[in-house]
């Protein structure tokens, strides 16, 4: 772990990726230094992004059960916590960990298991639209 509670990347190839990200969002990292820099200023800088990443998740929490990226979007959020929470990082490694496992057993499937599962979840969007729509029509 960092000092800040993010964690390291210790090999080779996340160092690259650490730098490259780094010179991508280095205005950030002045603004959050400026920030803790000023009396209070850490604690304001955590409960902004405490409170920023709530609302993205939020946002994709209502867009759940429409088509579109619900799921992207929490794990945006998640990620925005995760910058200053050691909590929310191992949570979002653990999430992530859990949808590549998810995507690996589904390739290893056969074609007509997948077929199952991708009809499935259009059923399973279709009644949740279903559901929205009568619920919006006062049932």
Known sequence: MT???R????DSEGASETSASHRRFAWLERLRRGVRALPGGALAWRIGVGLLGLLIILVGIVLLPLPGPGWLII???LGVWASE????SRLLRF???QVRRWTDWIVRQPRVVQLLVGALG????AALIYAAWRVSRGI
């Open 3 to 5: 000092g800040k509670g």
């Open 7 to 10: 964690p390291e990347r210790p």
């Open 75 to 77: 794990f945006l959020g």
């Open 85 to 88: 929470f050691a909590w929310a």
């Open 95 to 97: 999430a992530r960990g």
């Open 122 to 125: 259009i059923l399973l969007l």
